[in-house]
């Protein structure tokens, strides 16, 4: 019993099954009073109040007025449990209390279940027998709670709360965000039931409501305490709302700056106060340069030239930008090549920096130009110096991957005659232009340039003769040989190469039986034979 401590203007009243009891105003006590004036409301608790029989307990609720009688009282039961026969034809003695069983005839049930079709129920069909009728052993067509799908199976399997399926329901829930994923739902309105936890306008506070549509409501929490600005000098007079922004303050700002130049920004709540902006010379990063008119903020100046400090190594300077810091870290190696100069070759060690000790003697590889005796050819080559010639005819294979890696390519003539002699050969162009050198000389040219000469071809005509000929092609020959010696000897040549028109001899005239005789296929003969004397390239000397 519920015991309720009752004030000086109300009574303590009991339920009507008198296990519980509530304090309730004076003056109602009186109303809907039970049975024996106990009790006037209910508990809705098992009433248990002994029945008349003396053997059992009332099995309502808690109620108003008296209990009815035993239900299996002797002079209330007449027939059998079925209801089909009465008891005095089944049992010639009849029942004294209500704890005596109640006689069965031998007829079938035939009670309604619960089971089975909502316009054809199961009816029980054992014979007739006291309590519950026993599961039901037919078959039927069970709908799952969703109404999704069906089963037929025994009545007597079907569990207590019916049929569920596996199929999710995946429907929106109240929210419009979620979904349900409840197996063989029943719901029908879905409201979702996950908390909202939205951030709320003041940005502090989460929304404490169900999961929901639209904008969450404001946050409705206030502060009773007056709200300044940073420097003090602004507020806001309570109460002020949750979320609202701090005062605006237009006073200077009133915090430590790390310069000492004037404040020209008013009060703010950001944490980093705005950069100073006054224009002043700093020294660059690597101590080169004075900058002028840099802002104050600026920390790193650079004057944007090469550091060019002095290394550790004592041979190098350092070919950074302009920059903060040591040139290299604590006990760092220099990288750098050696610029010390070749005892071999005179070009540049190119080794790995090596201050204090002796430059190795391996080979160059520096690129070098060399060139013919005459000083027209020009090889592009690496130098190789600091290589050893194992034979006279050396494996190149090795050198020649080494000049392919740079990009280079030499013959394989070239590449030996340099490597025993240091120079390259002349070769077939060389001679055409020392030959056109001459000419150029024989003519008394100067200015002219020795590759607009060209050299004289001889037809294979000329060439036949001589074979069958050649006495009478030598003495032609040298007719024409003294002809420009007198000539030259006269001083009769023009230096000017543009000037000369004609060389030219005056020959007696022929008699016309005369020349008749003389074969028109040797004037050209002659007139290449001539050619060749003029640039002192003579037949008989460039043919044999």
Request: aromatic share 6%; hydrophobic share 25%; with cysteine.
């Amino acid at each position: 019993r519920v015991a309720i401590t009752a004030g000086p203007e109300s009574n303590e009243l009991t339920c009507y099954c008198g296990k519980s009891s509530k304090e309730v105003p004076c003056g109602l006590e009186k109303e809907s009073m039970g049975i024996d004036n106990i009790g006037y409301w209910s508990c809705f608790e098992k009433c248990s109040k002994t029945l008349s029989c003396d053997n059992h307990s009332c099995l309502q609720r808690c109620h108003f007025g008296l209990c009815g009688p035993c239900e299996t009282d002797a002079s209330a039961i007449i027939y059998c449990p079925c209801g089909k026969t009465k008891l005095d034809k089944i049992s010639q003695t009849s029942r004294q209390t209500c704890l005596e069983p109640i006689p069965t005839c031998k007829k079938i049930c035939k009670k309604t279940l619960n089971c089975g079709a909502a316009e054809m129920k199961h009816s029980c069909q054992a014979t007739c027998h006291n309590g519950p009728c026993p599961p039901c052993l037919d078959r039927s067509i069970v709908m799952c709670a969703c109404e999704s799908s069906s089963e037929s199976m025994l009545c007597c399997d079907i569990p207590d709360g019916g049929l569920r399926c596996d199929k999710v329901c995946y429907k929106k829930k109240s929210c419009g965000r979620h979904r349900c994923n409840t197996k063989c739902c029943l719901e029908d309105n879905h409201i979702c039931m996950i908390p909202c936890g939205k951030l709320l306008t003041c940005k502090k506070h989460k929304c404490e409501d169900l999961c929901h549509r639209g904008h969450c409501m404001p946050c409705l929490l206030s502060t009773f305490h007056e709200v300044y600005c940073t420097c003090g000098k602004t507020k806001l007079e309570p109460p002020v709302a949750c979320g609202t922004d701090p005062p605006k303050c237009n006073e200077l700002c009133s915090r430590d700056h790390s310069c000492s130049h004037p404040v020209t920004h008013t009060c703010h709540y950001e944490e980093q106060c705005p950069s100073c902006t006054q224009l002043v010379n700093k020294v660059c990063m690597g101590g080169h340069t004075v900058r002028f008119n840099v802002p104050c903020h600026v920390q790193d100046v650079s004057c944007g030239d090469v550091c060019k400090k002095q290394l550790p190594c004592e041979m190098h300077t350092c070919e950074r930008w302009c920059h903060k810091g040591a040139c290299v870290t604590p006990n760092s190696i220099c990288e750098l090549p050696c610029t010390k100069t070749r005892i071999l070759c005179a070009h540049q060690c190119n080794a790995k920096c090596h201050p204090s000790k002796t430059c190795p003697q391996n080979v160059c590889f520096e690129k070098v130009k060399v060139v013919c005796d005459c000083k027209r050819r020009t090889v592009l080559i690496l130098c190789f110096k600091g290589a050893t010639l194992n034979s006279e005819t050396p494996d190149l294979t090795r050198y020649n991957t080494k000049l392919k890696s740079v990009g280079l390519s030499v013959t394989q003539q070239d590449l030996l005659d340099y490597l025993k002699s240091g120079t390259v050969k002349c070769d077939e162009k060389c001679r055409v232009e020392e030959r056109n050198q001459k000419m150029a000389e024989g003519l008394g040219l100067k200015d002219v340039p020795i590759d607009s000469i060209i050299a004289p071809t001889y037809s294979e005509y000329l060439i036949n003769e001589f074979k069958t000929k050649k006495e009478f092609i030598i003495e032609i020959e040298n007719v024409f040989s003294d002809l420009i010696s007198k000539y030259k000897k006269k001083n009769q040549a023009v230096d000017n190469f543009n000037k000369v028109k004609y060389i030219y001899h005056d020959f007696k005239v022929m008699k016309k039986e005369k020349s008749t005789d003389c074969d028109s296929a040797l004037i050209p003969l002659l007139l290449e034979v001539f050619f060749g004397e003029v640039l002192e390239v003579p037949f008989t000397e460039g043919y044999i």
